[in-house]
């Protein structure tokens, strides 16, 4: 048995488990936040509030939000088996597996 005081320097902790995140709505939520940036910038720089640089900021998160969010649509699934992992559209079966114990064509 190690000393208490070995085990209050080093502690063994087991790591969380993942979590099923999907991207694409994380992503989208991020965009419309810019978004709404964007409109509140955009209203204030029409008053002269705030210096047109801001909006072109919030126009790029805006962009980039789309692209993301594409991104995450095209290669950002989920595995099926709920480890949190992303499973991209060719590492996925191609045909289901024989549930009546026939063998597959391969």
């Not at 936040?33 to 204030?44: D, F, N, Q, S």
């Not at 072109?56 to 594409?70: D, E, F």
């Not at 649509?73 to 026939?102: I, K, Q, Y």
Request: glycine share 10%; proline share 13%.
């Amino acid at each position: 048995m190690p000393p208490i005081v070995d085990t209050l320097l080093h502690p063994q902790r087991t790591p969380p488990p993942p979590i099923d995140v999907d991207l694409a709505k994380v992503m989208g939520a991020g965009t419309v936040v810019w978004a709404a940036a964007l409109v509140v910038t955009g209203v204030l720089s029409l008053l002269d509030v705030v210096p047109v640089s801001w909006v072109l900021v919030c126009a790029a998160g805006v962009l980039l939000g789309i692209v993301g969010v594409q991104w995450a649509r095209r290669n950002g699934r989920l595995s099926p088996d709920g480890t949190g992992a992303m499973v991209r559209p060719d590492d996925e079966p191609t045909e289901p597996p024989a549930t009546d114990g026939t063998p597959t064509g391969r």
